[in-house]
């Protein structure tokens, strides 16, 4: 106990925004991922990466992974908010607890011929990414990774001919033995 | 066991009274004709035929909180059900369990625009604790009972169970309630050991503290009630209450402040203000009750006692945070009490009164009555002298007239009135005062309405006629939407716009045309007599009482404005027309 009373209002000036990747066990049921989408809505919360989809087949449960930004007393409302769902088996903040592991698949559409074609292909092999598909003229490329280096292979590729992107979002789980 | 087999219009029937259902609020329609039959056909539920969907939501909601039990409402596709949406978000932001059945159109139907269909699910999405679409005549029965549990578990609150109509005539197996309860919904009743010890001890300590107590303590249930009553008295703190808490504390006890908040009395806000330790009891910090937050009992430390986790630290961060059962927590809390009997500082809480009288003796609920017209606060003290001794309820729409009653209607008993709160829903008080009758056939049940809020759900007089509801309707009417009116004083310099009634019906003629008793008093001298007569008519009565057209409502806590900053009656206009500055403005 404080001797002195704390602080006591909840919106401090200019409180600093945190980036938390959530881990949300739900029931696999209709209208799930809108009630928690809706609660981002209607609160006015952000959502910078959403992942959803079934995990357990057997048990009937989906994992939605979730990126999000706020004050530290929003993301802790956010969590209390998703805690009380009715469908929501746990929610579990990856960010608070460390060390957990994020990757994110892209697939990268680049147009170009001549040299502009040659130093994609061997940027792509720098990073890792397959060919997964191939004309004289384009490559689709696959690339999976931490968002960071997703984000810079896109903008390498940008001067390279890059004409469309596609992200999965993120998908994360925590280090070590521990599950939900 | 051999399985049971209905129909699942019967099972909506069977699950009814497996959860001990009695009384159903509705509007019949295509989607829900099988169900309609199999009401037809049995005897053990009685349902109440509204005159619009709304009005079976707020019947249901004033049913489930003057009793404590489901409110039930069963309603059409479409149209039944978006008429609905209201009620819903009422019981949501108010905490009434309520379950809502709707039809929908057959399920091969769905998605294809058919007559009568919206997507009642998404629709309600936002407005319930949860819904479900059954697509499985072998689901239905399970959702149901558990639509049961979501609405009474934790922090109450209203759900919708949607049945397409084929699934209605469809047979299928029929499961009882299962008493394991749920998988994953199990909210936390006890409350943390360690941190109730810690509260006792702030408790104890403090020099000047306050119980500060909402709508959660009449949703925990009587016990609730009575155990704060033990827990207050044995501390021998003061305690002041929302809107939504009155009557979880008598208000004749001379430790209670009154309401607070926005139109509470000076001594309650002040006291909230200037206190050491605040004990949160299921109340939530709403922005009727904080006032400028940043300005907020600055200098206490906070207990706060919720079921809903989410309440914690959402509007105003708190020292020690109690998750649980009010009803639980409070037993613990005086168990942990009796057992340690901690010293107070005595001296500092004899201070502490003197303080509070001193707030006291402001009188912050004086006015200034008149022999010529009749103040609408004299009408709701009158009210109130008629009524003591009785069994009365009380219902309100939302304006004026609904902090009126909250300040000069006292109440002894929780489950006694019924109000609006979170949603403030002109029009849910004759509707809501149809729900309490039902639940409460010999009682006296009044809606202290307003003149432009009783016209929002006047069609459920027709309600009360068929089914011998006896119930009053108390019209403080100023001719005018008196908060509308008195806010457009404080914000937008006296610039009435639209906010005065200029085509009133005549409410004793539109009485006689439902079937109802009318009256009309313009006199202070005829009140009393009047509303005798009233009480005494066994028949639902409109009661149009003319009150004086431009009266404020204070005290008030201007928006903006501090707990300590308050309008007081003795405002002059010119106060009032410079309370609120331009930051205050643009809050609601």
């Not at chain 2, 069977?14 to 509705?26: E, M």
């Not at chain 2, 402001?362 to 010529?372: G, T």
């Not at chain 2, 006292?410 to 403030?424: D, Q, R, Y």
Request: hydrophobic share 40%; net charge negative.
């Amino acid at each position: 106990m404080n001797a002195q009373p704390t602080q006591s209002f909840v919106q401090p000036a200019k409180p600093p925004l945190e980036r938390h990747t959530l881990s949300v066990v739900v029931d696999n049921e209709p209208g799930v991922l809108a009630r928690v989408i809706g609660l981002f809505s209607g609160r006015g919360y952000n959502i910078d990466s959403l992942t959803v989809s079934e995990t357990e087949h057997a048990a009937h449960v989906s994992r939605i992974t979730i990126v999000t930004t706020g004050q530290a007393t929003v993301i802790e409302q956010i969590k209390a908010q998703l805690s009380r769902m009715v469908p929501v088996h746990t929610v579990r903040d990856l960010t608070a607890e460390g060390g957990s592991l994020e990757r994110e698949l892209a697939l990268v559409k680049v147009v170009g011929t001549g040299d502009q074609r040659n130093e994609a292909l061997r940027l792509a092999q720098v990073f890792r990414a397959d060919v997964i598909d191939a004309n004289v003229d384009h490559f689709v490329f696959e690339l999976t990774g931490k968002p960071a280096k997703v984000d810079q292979f896109i903008a390498i590729m940008g001067p390279l001919g890059l004409v469309e992107v596609c992200r999965t979002g993120i998908a994360a789980v925590s280090r070590g033995k521990r599950t939900d | 066991m051999e399985p049971r087999m209905m129909t699942g219009a019967e099972m909506v029937l069977q699950a009814l009274v497996d959860q001990g259902v009695t009384d159903v609020f509705g509007y019949p329609g295509g989607a829900v004709l099988p169900i309609y039959d199999a009401i037809f056909q049995q005897e053990k539920i009685f349902h109440t035929l509204v005159r619009h969907e709304q009005g079976a939501g707020h019947a249901a909601e004033g049913y489930a909180r003057s009793t404590g039990k489901v409110g039930v409402a069963l309603v059409t596709s479409g149209p039944g059900a978006t008429n609905m949406v209201t009620p819903l978000t009422d019981a949501l932001l108010d905490s009434i369990p309520m379950v809502c059945i709707t039809g929908q159109v057959a399920t091969h139907l769905i998605g294809s625009d058919a007559f009568q269909e919206c997507d009642t699910v998404g629709i309600t999405r936002p407005c319930t604790k949860n819904n479900w679409l059954v697509k499985d005549v072998n689901d239905l029965s399970r959702i149901l009972h558990e639509a049961f549990y979501v609405a009474t578990h934790g922090r109450p609150g209203p759900v919708v169970v949607d049945i397409p109509k084929d699934i209605q005539f469809a047979t299928g197996v029929y499961t009882p309630p299962d008493p394991r309860g749920h998988k994953t919904y199990q909210p936390q009743v006890k409350g943390d050991s360690a941190a109730i010890r810690a509260a006792i001890e702030l408790i104890a300590g403090a020099r000047r503290p306050i119980f500060y107590t909402g709508g959660g303590v009449i949703n925990s249930g009587p016990e609730a009630s009575k155990l704060l009553r033990e827990f207050v008295r044995l501390t021998g703190h003061p305690i002041t209450t929302t809107l939504m808490g009155l009557g979880s504390y008598p208000a004749s006890d001379p430790q209670w402040l009154g309401m607070l908040g926005m139109h509470g009395t000076y001594e309650a806000n002040n006291a909230m203000h200037d206190c050491d330790v605040m004990v949160a009891v299921g109340a939530r910090f709403d922005d009727r009750i904080t006032g400028r937050l940043n300005a907020f009992s600055p200098n206490s430390r906070k207990i706060q006692i919720d079921i809903d986790p989410s309440s914690i630290n959402k509007n105003v961060r708190v020292d020690i945070p109690i998750i649980g059962d009010v009803k639980n927590v409070l037993a613990d809390m005086l168990h942990v009490w009796k057992a340690e009997k901690p010293k107070t500082d005595k001296a500092a809480l004899k201070q502490w009164w003197a303080q509070i009288d001193k707030w006291r003796s402001r009188n912050s609920l004086a006015y200034r009555n008149s022999r010529d017209v009749i103040m609408p606060q004299y009408a709701v003290e009158r009210l109130y002298e008629a009524t003591k001794g009785r069994e009365t309820f009380i219902t309100t729409e939302v304006g004026q007239h609904q902090m009126w009653a909250a300040q000069y209607f006292p109440f002894e008993e929780p489950n006694h009135w019924m109000t609006s709160g979170g949603l403030g829903t002109m029009g849910y008080g004759l509707p809501a005062a149809v729900g309490v009758q039902t639940a409460h056939p010999d009682a006296l049940v009044i809606d202290i309405a307003g003149d432009a809020s009783v016209l929002m759900t006047m069609q459920e007089m027709s309600t009360a006629v068929q089914h011998d509801l006896p119930i009053k309707i108390f019209i403080l009417n100023n001719q005018h939407m008196g908060m509308v009116r008195q806010w457009q004083q404080l914000l937008h310099g006296n610039r009435l716009s639209h906010s005065y009634t200029e085509a009133l019906p005549d409410f004793v003629k539109l009485a006689e045309a439902y079937g109802c008793v009318g009256f009309e008093v313009s006199k202070p001298g005829d009140l009393d007599g009047a509303i005798a007569e009233m009480i005494k008519v066994n028949r639902p009565v409109l009661f149009d009482c003319r009150v004086a057209a431009l009266a404020n409502c204070l005290p008030m806590i201007p928006s903006g404005k501090a707990h300590n900053e308050m309008l007081l009656p003795e405002a002059t206009d010119a106060e009032i027309d410079s309370a609120i500055d331009d930051a205050g403005k643009v809050m609601v």
